[in-house]
C-alpha cells in the first residue's frame, strides 16, 4: 500500500536531549512537510521540501532541523534549544506542492 | 505574509442543523486549496478546489471556492455527531508552501 508513515508514534525525551522524527513516503512525491499542532491550535509549518537536497524554513523553524537526502525521507530533528518541544507533529507530503496532501498518523511527543 | 483566516472558530449546533464554515485567504499567488477534516489524529481529505466557481460535494459536505475574492465555504446538511471535528482549510501559495488557518472546532449536539 502506498502512504506516508511516521514513527515512532508516541516519544518521550528528556530536557537537552535531541530527538529525530522519521517520516518516510512511498507515494514518488515530491514536496514534504513537517508541522506542530498544539491543543486547541492549527497546524504551524516548521520546514518544507520541494525537492531532495533542498528544503526551506517555515514559520518556526527555530530549534528544529531537517534533512532530505532521499526522495522519500524527510526526518526532523528535535534540538534541545527547542523550549516547549512538547507537542503533536505531523508529516504531509503532496506531488509538486500542489496536489492533496497525505499526512503520516503523526507523533505525540512529550518531553519529562 | 500569506495566511488564511478560518471563522467560526468554534460552532455548537444540534443534529440535523446546517453550517457553512468559511475560509478567507490573503495571498499573493493562490494556487489550490483543500478542505481536511481531524479528529484527534491525523487530519483526513475531504475536498481539494482549483478552479472558481465550480462546487465540489460527497454526500451531506459540499464546498466552493470564489477565485476572486479568494473565498471559500464548506456546507455540512443534516449534521450528525459524527461530524463532530475541526475543519481545516489550509492553501498552496506559488512556492508550494501547504499554509493553514487554526481550523473551525465544530461540535454537534445529539
Known amino acids: 500500500d502506498g502512504g506516508i508513515t511516521q514513527s515512532p508514534k508516541y516519544l518521550f525525551r528528556k530536557e537537552g536531549q535531541n530527538v529525530t522524527l522519521s517520516c518516510e513516503q512511498n507515494?514518488?512525491?515530491?514536496?514534504m512537510y513537517w508541522y506542530r499542532q498544539d491543543p486547541g491550535q492549527g497546524l504551524r509549518l516548521i520546514y518544507y521540501s520541494q525537492i531532495v537536497n533542498d528544503f526551506q524554513k517555515g514559520d518556526i523553524a527555530e530549534g528544529y532541523s531537517v534533512s532530505r537526502e532521499k526522495k522519500e525521507s524527510f526526518p526532523l530533528t528535535v534540538t534541545s534549544a527547542q523550549k516547549n518541544p512538547t507537542a503533536f507533529y505531523l508529516c504531509?507530503?503532496?506531488?509538486?506542492?500542489?496536489?492533496?496532501?497525505?499526512f503520516g498518523q503523526g507523533t505525540r511527543l512529550t518531553v519529562v | 505574509e500569506d495566511k488564511v483566516v478560518q471563522s467560526p472558530l468554534s460552532l455548537v449546533v444540534h443534529e440535523g442543523d446546517t453550517v457553512t464554515l468559511n475560509c478567507s485567504y490573503e495571498v499573493t499567488n493562490f494556487r489550490s486549496l483543500l478542505w481536511y477534516k481531524q479528529e484527534k489524529k491525523a487530519p483526513t481529505f475531504l475536498f481539494m478546489l482549483?478552479?472558481?466557481?465550480i462546487e465540489k460535494k460527497s454526500g451531506r459536505l459540499s464546498s466552493i471556492l470564489d477565485k476572486k475574492e479568494l473565498f471559500s465555504i464548506l456546507n455540512i446538511t443534516a449534521t450528525q455527531t459524527g461530524d463532530s471535528a475541526v475543519y481545516l482549510c489550509p492553501f498552496y501559495n506559488q512556492g508550494g508552501k501547504l499554509i493553514f488557518g487554526q481550523g473551525t472546532e465544530l461540535s454537534v449536539k445529539p
Open positions: 482549483t478552479s472558481s466557481g
Open positions: 507515494l514518488n512525491h515530491d514536496a
Open positions: 504531509a507530503s503532496s506531488i509538486g506542492g500542489r496536489g492533496r496532501a497525505f
